[in-house]
């Protein structure tokens, strides 16, 4: 997948939350607006595209506040007074943690921030059609002469009484 393309997806599910590209992209990049595909292109040069992600708007379109997110927690040490006096250092296990967060954007602009690569932060929210293993069903294509008996009907259990 292209830049280019991948941000049509970004772009395309923040405004089905309500993101308004058009006004963002006027007056963000004070560009004249030459439809949406010229402005995901303009966005791809030199790296624009961050503009985008970073801002409050997209973020908060794109995150939904209230839904349900999964926050993987790292291992975490540190040193405290133990009750006998003494340091002592206190290890804590990685968790997963499951919340509903109105601030949603806040905690995913941080991580995004943090990442290596936007980019590939971002990607992992989208559901894109090549990411979707095929179904076992939808492989085997059932002939006539190979039906499944479960699903075989007869007509006389079609009559109404």
Excluded: N
Excluded at 65 to 84: H, L, N
Aim: aromatic share 12%.
């Amino acid at each position: 997948m292209t830049r280019f393309e991948l941000l049509q997806l970004l772009v395309g599910q923040a405004r089905s939350h309500g993101f308004q590209y058009r006004r963002w992209y006027g007056v963000w990049l004070g560009l004249p607006w030459e439809g949406a595909q010229k402005a995901t292109a303009v966005l791809c040069e030199s790296r624009r595209y961050y503009a985008l992600l970073f801002s409050r708007e997209f973020a908060e379109s794109f995150w939904k506040g209230g839904e349900k997110m999964t926050v993987q927690v790292p291992t975490q040490s540190f040193e405290r007074r133990m009750a006998d006096g003494r340091i002592g250092t206190v290890t804590r296990k990685g968790f997963t943690r499951r919340t509903t967060r109105l601030d949603a954007w806040q905690y995913h602009l941080r991580q995004m921030s943090v990442a290596e690569d936007p980019l590939r932060y971002i990607r992992r929210f989208l559901r894109v059609e090549e990411d979707l293993e095929p179904e076992a069903a939808v492989e085997q294509q059932v002939t006539p002469q190979t039906q499944d008996p479960r699903f075989l009907i007869d007509e006389e259990d079609l009559l109404v009484d």
